[in-house]
């Protein structure tokens, strides 16, 4: 396993929970957060004992966004694209290409590309003290790490630009209600619950499911005809697969499958 400065990283049974850890900071984002949080995808990728990632934040903040004190104060010459594209657009990509579940569990304050972070997950579990923010037009900025890709597909265009116009600060609860976090839970049990759903992915046909990330990642641009070409060609991947003979077998046995992942 890699060595992490910035992450606490531990894995129990077949999920890796990983926790952003500059909690002083609000767990605030720098390039070293995010090239970790690659790392930590890559290594996920290749290793078959870990079928789910559980992602959530130390302290009281889920994830402030941008550090601003790294960028505060930098001149003409730094570069916005070359900083998104080798940082928080190499995050997204590799949380978004990465064929597992990866469950986010915003704990406090999510904010700017902290948002973009908890929307490049799969499934998100909020804290009754969670709070969504989209931080960017607050300071200036336009939305970046996927936030204005996302919350127009989730949440419709109208109530997007509400949100990022007046760059409303919500709950959990309304985060539910705008369709971008899936469950609120009271702060003592969220983490457990959220525990309690990786550890079910942990045990279900890993193969299945990252299969399944590939085609809701490709159906958000594909028309109907590719998308049905797409399922019929994956279909005939996971057709052959040990999970679906012993999902069969287990139902004509009448007893709980027992899925290997692959
Ligand atoms: C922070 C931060 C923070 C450093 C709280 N940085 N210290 C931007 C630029 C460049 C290129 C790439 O892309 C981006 C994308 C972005 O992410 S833009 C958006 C950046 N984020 C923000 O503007 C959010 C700023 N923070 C807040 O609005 C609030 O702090 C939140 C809503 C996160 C939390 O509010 P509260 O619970 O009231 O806590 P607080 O405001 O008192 O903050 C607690 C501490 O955390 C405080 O430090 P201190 O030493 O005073 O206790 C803050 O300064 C620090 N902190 N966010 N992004």
Request: net charge negative; charged share 20%; with cysteine.
């Amino acid at each position: 396993m890699n060595t992490y400065e910035t992450l606490l990283v531990e894995q129990n049974g077949g999920v890796l929970e990983v926790t952003l850890n500059r909690p002083d900071k609000f767990n605030a984002l720098n390039t070293q957060v995010s090239d970790e949080l690659v790392a930590v995808c890559n290594h996920t990728a290749e290793d078959a004992s870990i079928r789910c990632i559980l992602l959530t934040g130390a302290g009281r903040g889920f994830c402030a966004g941008q550090d601003l004190a790294e960028v505060a104060g930098r001149g003409d010459d730094f570069s916005f694209i070359e900083h998104l594209d080798t940082a928080y657009n190499k995050m997204v990509r590799a949380m978004r290409t990465l064929e597992k579940p990866i469950i986010v569990a915003v704990n406090g304050a999510c904010a700017g590309a902290g948002l973009g972070l908890a929307l490049a997950g799969d499934i998100r579990y909020a804290s009754e003290k969670a709070k969504f923010l989209p931080a960017f037009i607050g300071i200036g900025l336009v939305p970046d790490t996927g936030v204005s890709y996302w919350l127009p597909r989730l949440m419709g265009i109208n109530r997007a630009a509400e949100f990022l116009f007046l760059n409303e600060r919500v709950s959990g609860d309304q985060a539910v209600a705008l369709g971008f976090a899936n469950k609120v839970f009271p702060h003592e049990t969220f983490l457990e619950e959220a525990r309690a759903l990786a550890q079910k992915f942990a045990v279900a046909p890993t193969l299945g499911l990252g299969l399944t990330k590939r085609l809701l990642n490709q159906s958000l641009t594909a028309t109907l005809d590719e998308q049905l070409d797409a399922e019929a060609q994956l279909q005939n991947v996971v057709g052959h697969s040990a999970d679906y003979r012993e999902g069969v077998a287990a139902f004509y046995e009448k007893r709980q499958p027992v899925f290997k992942g692959n």
